[in-house]
């Protein structure tokens, strides 16, 4: 038989003669289940968050993206789009050219982000999903079309119906301004009609429209002249291999970007506001575990006499200090198991119907996301842990020290 396990079980279970002792326990117990449901539930909400980003992204993002690691635009031979194309995985292969330029229609102006694509972008079907209003086409005979931005849509106050005045597009012509002369070949200028309007998210609603490649090249005045191939990789297909590929194909000059690395400073900037929240529950947790603090060493003053006849039975001094430590212990792993069950049963709750709103009219998601982790569960555990064995320590010992120092 465990000695110590059984006389803390005991000291657990069984009221105190003093019942202030007892009630300044269930507190401790109390406030720890607290914390930890706390924290369960605010870790996953960060997760939800993290998630939801991710799903947003993916339904405008490529699973990859070539850039060039030297200039803002580059130029890929034919054999080496042939070759991209034919590697295994790889089912789209779509070049982007993407820049800012000013448009104006009747007597508004606006600064938006034109993306040009081809057809096989529209032949992939991204963003078709994304189409509220309109149809998903971005070129009829010589006439140039575009997908709109909700945002974009209603800010200029565009028209479906108005067939007679296109949307100018003002671009600036940079070989003319290294020249320092600013006349009206200063700016290059383009038109199309808009055919479809998208909903996506808010920053990317109202400023992003989707132009012919042909067009946003004639408005640039660049030819075969790419910012960027975004590739869509088959659905069994693994893109870390396809990457790897990518890589070794097109050598150092290019950079082959996963969907989370085009995103990487907004990903890592909720991680470390995760971090620094768990560091805080954390740390009021810490604050929290005085409660247990003050409930062992008032247990060790109660059971002086106690310590005694246990002293007498054989109990040794490492005896001693296990029993109070596991009284410790048992506190807060009680707490902690109802806090987890606690934060679970309403993360469970909050994730199917929804419960908490978020409170924001017309926001893509009615409820605050979350996604419970087995890591989470894991870290707070052993947080707990940590904050119990430096709550109990000193009772434990303090207890050691009064017991042998009277014998």
Known sequence: MNLPLFVAKRYFFTKSKASFITFISRISMLGVGVEVMALILILSVFNGLEEFQKGLFKTYDPDLKVISTKDPRFTLSAQQLTAVKSLEGVRFVNPILEDQALIR??????????????EEFLKAERLKKQVVEGDYF?????????VVGIGVFLNMGMSFEDVFTPIEAWYPNHQALKRF???????RSNRFFPSGVMEVEQSFDNQMILVPL????????????ISAL??????????KQVKSKLTS??????QVQTRDEQHAALLKAIKIEKFFVFL??????????????????LLVIEKKKDLSTLLAMGFTKKHMFQTFLLVGVLISFSGAIIGMILGYGLGYIQQEFGIISLGIPNSLIDAYPIQM????????SLVVIIITFLASIFPARKAVEMTFKRS
Do not use: C, P
């Open 249 to 254: 194909l097109l050598g150092n000059s290019f």
């Open 181 to 187: 002369t600013v006349n009206e070949q200063s700016i």
């Open 280 to 297: 805080i529950m954390a740390f009021v947790m810490g604050i929290a575990s005085f409660t247990l603090f003050y409930a062992l060493s």
């Open 138 to 146: 971005i070129q009829n005979g010589e006439h140039a079309f575009a």
């Open 373 to 380: 982790r087995i890591a989470d569960f894991l870290q707070t």
């Open 214 to 225: 042909a067009w946003m090249e004639e408005l640039m005045g660049v030819e075969n002249q």
């Open 230 to 239: 975004e590739i869509m990789v088959g659905d069994t297909a693994d893109e």
């Open 105 to 118: 229609y009747k007597n508004k102006q606006l600064v938006v982000r034109f993306k040009g694509v081809d």
